[in-house]
């Protein structure tokens, strides 16, 4: 991940950022006002466990995640995953505040990773959430995560580029899809082919990590300008996609 790329990106989101103020759609302000702007209601239990992993000096021998792990190591300490790879806490709350406002029942995660995020997504009592995870070491980790919550989450395990296709042919359409699981354009890619056939009008689609690399950079172009997308929203660290005709074909870079 180079330093440079971050810091061109992200002067670039500073830029062309806007507030609820240069907002004329009614659906991007009820969108940058109720939800985004929202004071975030932290799970105390998600951000208790989180800082128990962050302490954790547990060394685990892990697969490769694809690009954008900035350690290089198969042997990695538990700590240094949840420091680098870990959705920030504003974050998944918003997530989860999305997920409440929007009424998404049917939800998937890409990239369980060590469960964190996962605990946020589930977090709304309609919600039916299946998160997949193809890292053996963090699947472990995961289920511990779960299992101390007591979290109504269907853990998928297996690679995604096998276990999503046969997921999706099975289940209802998609309320909510949340990616953050290999960061390589075609990957990307791939995924969101996939789950744009599984979804709806008002399916919402969320790519974490849009400005890591110029491979996800140009995912996010590509997905944002696709003719089945309708509006988008960059917030730098993810972007959200909307499917519904009635948007008008709306990108917004919002202020977060």
């Not at 109720?34 to 239990?45: D, F, G, S």
Request: hydrophobic content about 40%; glycine content about 4%.
């Amino acid at each position: 991940m180079s330093k440079f790329f971050q810091a061109k990106a992200f002067l670039s989101y500073w830029l062309n950022c806007v507030d609820e103020h240069s907002l004329h759609s009614p659906f991007f302000y009820d969108f940058h006002t109720k939800v985004v702007k929202k004071k975030a209601q932290l799970n105390p239990e998600a951000e208790n466990l989180r800082k128990q992993l962050l302490d954790s000096t547990r060394t685990i021998d892990i697969n490769d995640l694809g690009a954008g792990s900035v350690i290089n190591s198969r042997q990695r300490q538990v700590k240094d995953i949840a420091k680098y790879s870990l959705s920030d806490a504003k974050f998944s709350a918003l997530y989860s505040r999305v997920i409440q406002f929007y009424q998404c029942e049917h939800v998937i995660e890409l990239g369980t990773c060590l469960g964190i995020n996962t605990l946020y997504l589930a977090e709304s009592q309609n919600t039916k959430l299946s998160t997949f995870e193809g890292a053996e070491a963090l699947i472990s980790l995961a289920k511990d995560t779960f299992s101390f919550a007591k979290a109504r989450v269907k853990l998928i395990e297996g690679d995604i580029n096998e276990t999503l296709e046969d997921y999706l042919r099975t289940h209802p359409k998609l309320d909510f899809a949340f990616v953050d699981a290999n960061h390589r354009y075609e990957a990307v890619m791939r995924y969101f082919r996939l789950i744009l056939k599984a979804s709806h009008d008002k399916t919402i689609i969320v790519l974490d990590d849009i400005h890591l690399n110029a491979g996800m950079e140009k995912a996010w172009h590509e997905i944002k300008n696709d003719s089945l997308v309708y509006a988008s929203a960059d917030l730098f660290r993810c972007g959200f996609i909307f499917l519904d005709p009635s948007l008008n074909r709306n990108h917004k870079v919002l202020q977060f």
